[in-house]
């Protein structure tokens, strides 16, 4: 069944903008694009039950195999290459490595396809920091200890701006028009978030700190994810419109749920995890014009040889001395005699995929829930004339208040280009109805882009002229769901022992989609698997 | 009726003000949007049409004629008095301001049609009607002659846009008033309610031009005092060039760059300090902005230079020379030098992406940090991108905004340079139309500072005792006590200052 445009338009945008652009009518230029990415085809063979036979000599022997090859995977496969560890295969689904984080090449310069900044680590997060001194990223340390990071990768001002009623203004906390109860309300909510940020449990543990695994385990902190962050700030009296909004973006944002949706833990680790003391800033952002591409890119650069693409995992045999693993192409099997696999691909995924879990599940993977996502490219000839003159100028970070999506990134901006072409990625979370990932996947390319343009014409009427392309890439498991009780629920403990001679590595195991927890988990699998 | 002939008088001052209301609306719109040719003939057009408008809409009007007639001697008064403050004041605040604009001259060429038409079935009965069509029509011609006279010669000189609109609000105002007296007998209500309301609008205006001082400073026309000779908008900025009794001066988005008067005192404080400071023989020289070609100018003094490269935003900058010949003779044809290579850049852009043989001199000349993508160009990341460009013993000036009027914006550009690793020698200088000016010399080794320029260069300004007095700041310009940051990408720190400092002038 096919939507009239309004009717698509009220489903992403809302009814009162669907109404507002088609009484404009479609006579506006519409530029050309396409889907692009995700192998969704291959990716579901998994679920077709079908059976592939390895010929005899298509059969190899590898020490350690990797299944996916996203952060985490590339993460392990990086580290075991450190630690000499040669004998190494990474299999990956798509054409392209990097999962979440990879990106596109353009002009004027490269895209993201979406994460696409870093903050800063603290410096007790050696590791990271030390990929960071790999990349030359940095540039010393603090008088305490703090890394540096080089000006040119440390997000450029003006970070972000957000649209409101016709105008544009500094920042993504809406300061203008804010009532006395807002301001009041603002600065209760700070006081909340201090006090977690100051917070130590017995052992002198943070109740919020990347990586979250190092987070306290205290009944208080815990207790924090059996309810939603919007039952938080009610039970907190905050109510304020603009606040809930700007902790409903940040949930959105940061994990693809909505803010009643989203563990209050989670919604309190994004405002604390990445702030020192009290009433200091966040930490600062790193960024590329390609986002994270650029940390993909990095870590792919020591595997390169011995990564596999377009290759779907069809199944993983625990064996007596190791692991068996069968992938396809499309047209050939390959099959991998290994000692240990790291899976680094989505968890819910596992069951589909390593032989005998369901018959004796060491837990239940279809409780990881994913959300999905659409993004897209615009590629953009110029860029819009500023619609009054004291508007705040194009930033990094484009919100847009009365908007579902989370508006859009500025890839010139980090290279100084303020003039001229441009692309911009924007960034949809399919988390306003519950089956937005069927729902994505029966929209056609010209629907999306029309939800795309419609939704930024609202800041920018003259998108459609100065718009030349849009690609979109349709994520149908985005990121994992921090719903209440899933953090520190049992499910998610379970998950992270190994299973046979199968370790699993994803972001997924944190509970939260973060560059920094996929790292981790990339990280602490390859250490279990190198047995170092 | 004795007072007929009264009454006629009012016809030549109805029709001057018609006409002044449309040469303003002209004027400013050909200002400010510039095309003079196009603004013109539009307002024209519409005014005219507007007029036929009101003619036939006098056909509608029955009774009543003398009160109704006042009543749009005072509308016109006030639209008209207002129009230009409103334009100008609306221009700079609005995107669509050519729909305020044309509207404005729509009303006012409707009003002012109403008037004549009205006026003549008012006196019909006083006279013959050849003769009343003969007379009307006769100083109608004669008051747009005087307008059309007085517009050019006396009024925008003298009285500048916002007093010649507001006066001529009050003149019509004033026949409004007198009108009431004239037309007494067949004002069959309201005579005072008529006068009163002539009698406010009169004082409002009064006030308004009284006042006019503060109006022109917040609208355009104070920006450019004297006559337009180019106004033109590239895809990045507004270029306005004026002519008055100094000279020429350069405007880009109305912040004058220079005067033809005493640029080549900025622009030989600008240059000859890098010469001077340098050890070796100047060959290779870089410009960053600069496209008006005057510093160049100053470089070419030197015979050993042997390639300027010039690095400038826009296209129609550095081409401006070639449009108005009077730059070209400003700049001694320095674009045209065949030594000089003209690259339309970004320089943050072009210094990250070109690798390129080190310089000897860098002369930095941008546009005053007003915003971000300025702002990035005084950034520490910025001055290392420049650094990498020059040779060891290179020397740079950077020009660097006002020390006296925007004395921690100057020093936060200081900070920055020596944050970036410079050796930094802070200099200034006077130039009267943009008041006290400040620059950096900067190396990459520390140094001294020179002493005085090269042998055998031509100065107009510069000499050997003034030279040192270049760098000896006054109390009230240096380093203020308060900590001052540096400007970084990631903080534009330095767009923060400048916009607190120099809204205080504003």
Redesign the interface.
């Known amino acids: 069944m096919r939507l009239t445009r309004r009717e698509l338009l009220t489903t992403f945008l809302g009814a009162p903008l669907a109404l507002a652009a088609c009484r404009e009518g479609g006579s506006n230029r519409f530029p050309d694009g396409e889907f692009v990415g995700q192998n969704v085809g291959l990716g579901h063979i998994l679920r077709e039950d079908r059976s592939f036979e390895v010929p005899a000599e298509n059969w190899r022997q590898v020490k350690i195999a990797i299944v996916g090859s996203g952060v985490a995977g590339l993460t392990a496969a990086w580290k075991l290459s450190k630690q000499g560890i040669e004998d190494i295969v990474v299999l990956e689904l798509e054409k392209d490595v990097g999962g979440t984080s990879k990106s596109g090449e353009g002009k004027p310069v490269n895209y993201p396809w979406g994460a696409h900044y870093l903050p800063v680590p603290f410096h007790e997060n050696t590791e990271l920091v030390e990929l960071l001194d790999e990349m030359q990223l940095t540039e010393g340390r603090s008088a305490d200890g703090n890394v540096i990071i080089k000006?040119?990768f440390?997000?450029?001002?003006?970070e972000e701006r957000i649209f409101y009623k016709g105008r544009w203004y500094e920042g993504l906390y809406l300061h203008a028009g804010e009532s006395e109860e807002d301001i009041r309300q603002f600065s209760e909510f700070q006081k909340h978030t201090d006090h977690w940020v100051n917070w130590r449990d017995g052992k002198g543990r943070r109740a919020f700190v990347v990586p979250s695994a190092l987070c306290s385990d205290d009944a208080e902190v815990v207790a924090l994810d059996k309810i939603s962050f919007g039952e938080w700030l009610r039970q907190k009296g905050l109510t304020s419109e603009r606040l809930l909004w700007y902790c409903d973006y940040a949930c959105r944002d940061d994990y693809g749920l909505k803010l009643d949706q989203t563990s209050a833990w989670a919604g309190l680790f994004y405002f604390c995890s990445r702030v020192r003391k009290s009433g200091g800033e966040s930490q600062?952002f790193i960024t590329f014009p390609e986002g994270n591409g650029r940390f993909v890119a990095h870590l792919a650069e020591s595997v390169k040889d011995k990564t596999l693409r377009s290759q779907a995992v069809v199944s993983i045999v625990p064996t007596e001395s190791g692991v068996d693993i069968v992938c396809f192409d499309g047209a050939e099997t390959l099959g991998f005699h290994c000692e240990k696999a790291i899976y680094a691909s989505p968890i819910f995924t596992a069951p589909y995929v390593i032989r005998g879990f369901n018959e004796a599940a060491p837990f239940d993977a279809r409780s990881f829930h994913s959300n999905s996502w659409f993004v897209a490219n615009l590629q953009l000839k110029?860029r819009p004339k500023p619609?009054?003159?004291?508007d705040f100028?194009l930033a990094w970070d484009n919100v847009l208040y009365d908007s579902p999506s989370l508006g859009y990134v500025n890839a010139t901006h980090q290279?100084?280009?303020?003039?001229?072409p441009s692309i911009w990625t924007y960034y949809y979370p399919m988390c306003h109805e519950p089956d937005g990932r069927t729902k994505l996947f029966n929209y056609e390319w010209r629907e999306l882009a029309d939800v795309c343009l419609t939704d930024l014409a609202r800041a920018h009427p003259d998108i459609h002229e100065l718009c030349d392309r849009i690609d979109i890439m349709r994520w149908g498991h985005a990121m994992i769901s921090p719903t209440p009780g899933f953090i520190h629920g049992e499910t998610r403990a379970k998950a992270l022992k190994p299973y046979s001679n199968i370790h699993f590595a994803h972001t997924d195991l944190s509970g939260i989609a973060l560059f920094e927890e996929a790292f981790y988990h990339g990280l602490r699998a390859a250490k279990e698997v190198s047995g170092s | 009726m004795k007072q007929v002939p009264l009454l006629f008088l009012n016809v030549v001052i109805i029709a001057t003000c018609g006409l002044i209301y449309e040469l303003l609306a002209a004027t400013v719109s050909s200002y400010v949007l510039g095309d003079s040719v196009t603004q013109f003939s539009l307002v024209i057009g519409i005014y005219l049409f507007a007029m036929g408008v009101g003619s036939w809409l006098s056909g509608f009007l029955e009774k009543d004629l003398a009160s109704k007639f006042v009543e749009i001697e005072l509308a016109v008064a006030l639209i008209g008095g207002f129009s230009a403050p409103l334009l100008f004041l609306t221009f700079a605040n609005v995107s669509y301001f050519a729909v305020i604009l044309y509207s404005m001259v729509f009303v006012i060429g409707a009003l002012v049609g109403l008037e004549i038409p009205l006026l003549m079935r008012i006196l019909k009965d006083e006279l013959d009607f050849k003769d009343l069509v003969s007379r009307v029509l006769a100083l109608d011609y004669i008051g747009a002659l005087a307008a059309s006279l007085l517009f050019p010669i006396f009024l925008v000189p003298k009285l500048g846009l916002n007093r010649t609109s507001l006066l001529f609000g009050m003149l019509n105002a004033a026949v409004g008033i007198w009108g009431t007296w004239l037309l007494e007998p067949l004002i069959k209500k309201n005579l005072t309610v008529l006068r009163v309301k002539g009698f406010v609008l009169l004082v409002l205006l009064g006030i308004a031009f009284i006042k006019a001082d503060s109006l022109t400073t917040m609208a355009e026309d104070a920006l450019f005092p004297d006559q337009i000779v180019y106004a033109k908008s590239s895809q990045y900025q507004r270029i306005v060039v004026t002519r008055g009794k100094l000279g020429h001066s350069l405007f880009l988005n109305g912040n004058l760059q220079f005067n033809s008067f005493d640029e080549y005192r900025y622009h030989e404080a600008l240059v000859h300090p890098a010469f001077a400071a340098y050890q070796g023989t100047p060959k290779r020289v870089l410009v960053l902005g600069g496209g008006d070609g005057l510093a160049v100018r100053e470089i070419l003094k030197y015979p050993s230079v042997e390639s300027v490269t010039l690095v400038d935003l826009d296209p129609l900058m550095t081409g401006l020379s070639e449009a108005l010949p009077a730059l070209m003779e400003l700049n001694k044809g320095s674009m045209k030098d065949s030594r000089v290579e003209v690259i339309n850049a970004d320089a943050f852009v072009w210094l990250d992406n070109n690798e390129l043989e080190p310089f000897d001199i860098a002369i930095v000349d941008f546009p005053d940090p007003n915003n971000f993508a300025l702002g990035k160009l005084y950034t520490t990341r910025f001055y290392n991108l420049l650094k990498a460009k020059l040779r060891p013993d290179a020397a740079a000036v950077i020009q660097c905004t006002s020390p006296l009027y925007a004395r921690n914006s100057y020093w936060s550009i200081i900070k920055t340079l020596e944050a970036a690793g410079l050796n930094v020698k802070p200099f200034q200088t006077t130039v009267p139309s943009f008041g006290v000016w400040g620059y950096a010399l900067v190396m990459q080794q520390p140094f001294e500072t020179p002493q005085n320029v090269r042998e055998g260069i031509d100065l107009n300004y510069i000499s050997q005792t003034s030279f040192a007095s270049l760098f000896d700041f006054p109390s009230d310009m240096t380093l203020p006590s308060d900590e001052i940051e540096i400007n970084r990408l990631d903080n534009q720190a330095l767009v923060r200052y400048y916009e607190t400092e120099w809204r205080r002038f504003e």
């Open positions: 000006e040119e440390l997000c450029r001002q003006p600062p110029d619609r009054f003159s004291r100028p290279k100084g280009i303020d003039h001229g």
